[in-house]
């Protein structure tokens, strides 16, 4: 008889570990979900970032160019003001 009062609440107990099973079981797959949303929140910024940081090397490297054109330029303009600078020194 005791089997009998038991078996009710053996099932009343083995459905609250299935619900509760499940309840574990979708908070886990929503975990994921939400990691696998922030990896790829993270991916995206990183390739703004990269793509940032692309056009900052592209413009680096055009000013450094033109920084060591111009920087010839006022070579050979210094040298040509040092050349006559010694011609009026050498006149008497």
Known sequence: ???QSDQPRRGGV???LQWAQ???LCIGVAGVFLTLGRRDAVLEMNGQQIAELRAICSDLAR???SLS???AAHSA???SIEKRL???ERLP
Do not use: E, F, K, P
């Open 69 to 71: 054109s111009t920087d």
């Open 77 to 79: 303009q210094i040298a």
């Open 22 to 24: 499940l309840l574990v």
């Open 1 to 3: 008889m005791s089997d």
């Open 86 to 88: 010694d011609r009026l």
């Open 63 to 65: 000013v450094t160019g």
């Open 14 to 16: 083995q459905n609250v």
